[in-house]
């Protein structure tokens, strides 16, 4: 018998069973999918918000500005990719340029002081490359952008190496309340935990009824996105957000910690929780906002383009509840900032556990206390590549022995994602690890070797000729 | 870790080693080829079946054994080739220093000029703005190649082949060899662009008709690709195609990120190459470029006789350091006919391009059409009876150039009697 069961494998369930597993807890991380951090964990905007623009009071915006907090420590220590780059909040009209000092006051509601209101002229000559109706701005110095993958995968190889069980492929269908412990029907068998927690992200609602409640529906709402070459990296030096609409945060452009500009996301209410498809109708959107945010945006290349789906619901905070009668707790709903909460969810989730549910827990351990997370591969522009490093090829030549040219991504990496704690099943769990395929021949030149290394083993030799 | 040498060429392509064996017979003393690949040669080592050598080499190779001769020939020529090579930028400083990553180490290569012989690609699905889902099974023609001949992998059932111009068809030819099934071919011309042999070769051989004035608009099935929406152009009917693969073809972008990467090299706006003058070189004196990164894409031999063009080019300028190369010159300029024109610019009356020909790119279908290329108010070259075809090279005579006054106002080139 487990203590806990978390079910769901994103960025939020991989923080709590990390949290737990660290504080001594033995934890089992259930995931249908076949990989962790599989589902709407890895296709988002991959900012690091400061919760400025939350709604005041709301459980999500206190734990986004204490997320913030926490997983720039922690990313710091595990050398995940972030970058506290700031945003402008761009008012393209007078209506929007009269609500920038509202949203000024918002974001001090919500506890966030350093926001100010500048003018056309420092927005342009802060970004020289915006559309030339930009009015004004809100400055936000503490926006940032993160790794979205090295979050999900830093948590679980560190709840793996304090002893947690991981268990992909493996659906939950059922739960049953007992006295002292839940048992779940999963379709790899039954699983037996003193607790229960539902992190299952769009599959929330679904778990949530399992026992017992229908206090929410999840509604997928799409998100698609344009991720524009490398050498459109020049033409923006912040986050360049919109001001917010009633369906969310709006359309922005930002670089990514791989040194790309991303255009987007939509923002679709849908029925289907896998339509994670992009459409002619989203493209065309975008390409319309993008040409007036960045107008030379859409002279450079496409790299990639995908979807991503919030588990919004009908209401206007995250769906966090505990049930300790049931062994149970529900942590869903968590729509569009959970990259950067996931940290402090589980640590809100972890103090509920200890005091109503009664769950023996060690100390929390300090943001930058003992235990040292794990050291995660450098994937982001800023750090130091190993394809960089004179000492580390020295030391081992395949650090040298580039097999993805356009990202640069060695041999050596390779060989350690394949031998990692959690090593990737699929080429796209791959390129999470160690951005593999990722970069503008999206395959042309590498495809074919990555998926050798993948299929045959990180040895296998990379064949030179072809015999007639 | 740094090394030095006379001239560092990007790229052991068919141009990148026939630059180095021109620079090699012209007397020049170093000579390094870096190549990120594990074996020199470029495109042509996985793409096997014949087709290769025949304006330069007067002979008939397959791709593989058209490497191997330039491979073999270099190595005789005394080139120093440097496989798993990577270049990844400029070195910061005075003078040109390419940064390099190899298994043996992280170093800068000082050269006294460099050429660039980077090739190009072939744009994936995003890059073609496709919508839909991200199953398995989309490719492009480089990666189907490298899956079938060097990995034997498997491919799938039933493909769809984006394009119909040369490498389409070698597409189709791939796909049999791995055993798939080719549904068809698309594009979005009006006409299918290459050989009516090849064309008529498919057909017969296996069925296979190009479909014109048909655009893809989403990809449909996960995790496979299970279909392919098709749009006709002419009345914006739709239709799916059940196809476990889709092979994207053709749509050449140039490998133009080191060119991108330096301030003083003019990048083409429409060729997306470095622009060049008709002996080769960049706007960045010392700074050379040639084959498919300049003209994307032409076939084989036409790249090996613009590096070879470049590399004598190259080895002329490391001993007269030509001044030329300092002044501006005249650029070259297309009218709407004419998607782009290489070279790219006139530095000097004297120095005819590779093959004494100007390449153009059409952008659309003509018969026999008068070209014209004009300064000013002057006609310098008048010429009919020209074919136009998307995605093919229209050729057209040099002589003009000693007609140019390098002074004067932008060349232009395009249709007009
Ligand atoms: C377009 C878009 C942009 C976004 N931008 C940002 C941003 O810039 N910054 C930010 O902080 N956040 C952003 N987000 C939000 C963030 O991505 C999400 O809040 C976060 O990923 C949610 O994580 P999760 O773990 O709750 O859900 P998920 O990642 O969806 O994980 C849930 C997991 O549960 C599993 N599961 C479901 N049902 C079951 C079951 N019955 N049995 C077993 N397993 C099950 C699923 O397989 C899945 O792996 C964005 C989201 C989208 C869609
Ligand atoms: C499927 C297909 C079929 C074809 N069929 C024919 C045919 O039948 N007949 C014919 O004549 N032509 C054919 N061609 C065209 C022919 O292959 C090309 O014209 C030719 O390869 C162009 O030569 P290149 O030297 O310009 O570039 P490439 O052959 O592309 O060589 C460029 C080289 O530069 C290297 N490189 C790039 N960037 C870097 C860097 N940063 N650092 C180190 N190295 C780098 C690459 O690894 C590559 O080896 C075909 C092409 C394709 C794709």
Known sequence: MYDVAVIGAGVVGAAIARELAVRGADVVLVDAEDDVGNATSKANTAILHTGFDAKPGTLESRLVARGHTLLSAYARRAGIPLEPLGALLVAWDDEQLAALPGLREKAEHNGYRSARVIGASEVRAREPHVGAHALGALEVPDEGIVCPWTPTLAFVTEAKRHGATVLLSTRVRGAEPRADHVELATTAGGVRAREVVNAAGLGSDTVHRMFGHATFTVTPRRGQLIVFDKLARRLINHVILPVPTAMGKGVLVAPTVYGNVMLGPTAENLDDKRATESTEEGLAQLRAKGAHIIPELLGEEVTTIYAGLRAATEHDDYQVSFHPDQHYTCVGGIRSTGLTSGMAIAEHVAAQLGQRHGLDLGEAPAPDGLPEPPRMPPIGQA?????????????????????????????????????????????????????????????????????????????????????? | MNDTTDVAIVGGGPSGLAAAIALRNAGVARVSVVDRESAMGGIPRHCAHPGYGIRDLHRVLSGPGYARHYVQ?????????????????????????????????????????????????????????????????????????????????????????????HVSYSAVATLRHAGVSVVGLVTELSRQQSYAVFHLGAAAAFGVRPMTGVRVRALHGKPRLSGVELERLDDGRRVVVDCDTVVFTGDWIADNELARLHDGIDVASAALGPVVDTSGATSMPGVFAAGNLCHPVEQADIAALSGRHAGQAVARWLVERDTRVAQAGVPIETDASLEWVHPG???????????????????????????????????????????????????????????????????RIGVGD
Do not use: K
Not at chain 2, 382 to 407: E, F, K, Q
């Open chain 1, 383 to 468: 750090q130091s590549r190993p394809y960089q490093q004179p000492e580390r090829i020295a030391a081992d030549p395949s650090y040298g022995q580039v097999v993805c040219f356009c990202e640069r991504v060695s041999r050596g990496e390779i060989r350690d994602a394949l031998c990692s704690d959690l090593p990737p099943a699929t080429a796209d769990g791959l390129r999470r690890r160690t951005r593999a395929g990722m970069g503008r021949c999206q395959g042309f030149f590498c495809g074919a070797a990555v998926r050798r290394l993948l299929d045959d083993g990180p040895d296998a030799p990379l064949t030179a000729e072809v015999d007639q």
């Open chain 2, 73 to 165: 020939a270099a190595r005789r020529a005394g080139v120093h080739l440097r496989t798993e090579s990577t270049v990844t930028g400029w070195a910061p400083g005075a003078g040109l220093g390419l940064e390099v990553t190899s298994p043996g180490g992280r170093e800068v290569l000082h050269a006294d000029a460099v050429l660039l012989a980077s090739g190009a690609r072939e744009r994936n699905r995003s890059a073609r703005w496709v919508p839909g889902d991200r199953g398995a099974g989309v490719y492009t023609t480089g990666q189907l190649q490298q899956e079938v001949y060097f990995y034997r992998r498997p491919i799938g059932r039933r493909a769809l082949v984006v394009g119909a111009e």
């Open chain 2, 345 to 411: 610019r006139v530095r000097s009356t004297g120095d005819l391009p590779a093959r004494g020909r100007f390449i153009l790119r059409p952008n659309r279908f003509a018969a026999f059409t008068a070209l014209r290329v004009t300064q000013g108010e002057r006609t310098l070259w008048h010429g009919r009876g020209r074919r136009l075809t998307p995605t093919r090279p229209t050729l057209i005579p040099a002589g003009w150039l000693r007609a140019v006054d390098l002074n004067g106002p932008a060349l």
